[in-house]
């Protein structure tokens, strides 16, 4: 008996999930809204119901659909970045801070993988060491004490805002941006470490930006290059020239398929940039554009 309404039990929220699926999808599909290559009803549909439904929160790192914009890299990619992490001896992450680093997949239900980590295997999702390698990048590469304030465009479920703030201890301020369901998301992920990240923390929808404010640091990883032009454009105005120093991972997604900024337009654009390599790369025509960044040594 008892299994039997187990059974009942999982029938029964399949049902509800699917009709809520439907339903919320069909709200998207009706607004019309297409701002960016994942705005595309079904990825932010999962971060609604993530948002909403602790059940489904509790595996949303896992769901088919969600995978095709986020936690795709793989177990090969993510050895990538640790390899490159431990090779720079400029900068060592500390066994304190990869066991912070980790905390990053307590949620979600993340397929995670064992690295030799300092020594010691460790369980990490490929996803969270990239995010480790970016927070590497931008402490080697900028003068990390002046950054109080930070922007970051396109935040998937917020997972390198926690390792940022959290590591950075100098941040005071940092502005989410993206859709509005992914923004509910992220509050659900960071509302789960505290008040000492998400009192920081400022959630601004990108598909009406209405902030009139200067940054310290913007950053983005792959998201500005696959929005559309006009939304770029927005950001290019309202955020990235209003940023005294940025790391813009781009790709050719938005240029290639949304009549996107090519690199060439965007560096032409944004004073004092530059481009360095995307490591490992990870598509080709990938790069990393920086400026306001630390002189570097040739």
């Known amino acids: ?134 927070l590497q990048d931008i402490a080697l590469l900028f003068d990390i004490p002046t950054i109080k304030s930070v922007a970051e465009i396109g935040i998937g479920y917020a997972g390198e805002c926690r390792i940022l703030t959290s590591y950075l201890a100098g941040i005071e301020s940092y502005s989410l941006f993206d859709l509005p369901e992914v923004l509910g998301l992220a509050k659900k992920y960071l509302g789960k470490f505290g008040n000492s990240i998400i009192d920081r923390v400022k959630f601004v929808d990108g598909t009406r930006i209405e902030v009139d404010s200067s940054y310290d640091f913007v950053m983005s990883n792959y998201a500005f290059s696959e929005l559309i032009r006009d939304i770029q454009d927005i950001y290019l105005d309202k955020v990235i020239l209003k940023s005294r120093a940025g790391y813009i991972t781009w790709n050719s997604l938005s240029c290639d398929v949304l009549d996107g900024y090519s690199l060439e337009a965007l560096l032409k654009k944004i004073p004092g940039s530059s481009v360095i390599p995307e490591e490992p790369l990870t598509k080709e025509k990938n790069c990393i554009i920086i400026w306001g960044n630390k002189p570097q040594d040739h």
């Open 1 to 134: 008996m008892a299994q039997a309404i187990k059974k009942i039990k999982a029938l029964y929220t399949h049902y509800m999930d699917r009709i809520l699926y439907k339903y919320y999808n069909h709200k998207l599909v009706a607004q019309g809204r297409k701002t960016s290559i994942s705005d595309d009803n079904s990825y932010p549909v999962v971060c609604y119901m993530a948002s909403r439904n602790e059940r489904f929160f509790q595996d949303f790192r896992r769901n088919p659909t969600y995978n095709d914009i986020l936690e795709h890299v793989s177990q090969v990619q993510g050895q990538a970045y640790l390899d490159i992490i431990q090779k720079r001896k400029q900068l060592q992450f500390s066994d304190p801070d990869w066991h912070n680093f980790q905390r990053n997949d307590q949620y979600g239900n993340p397929v995670t993988f064992s690295y030799n980590v300092n020594g010691q295997d460790m369980d990490f999702s490929p996803t969270t060491l990239r995010y480790a390698k970016v």
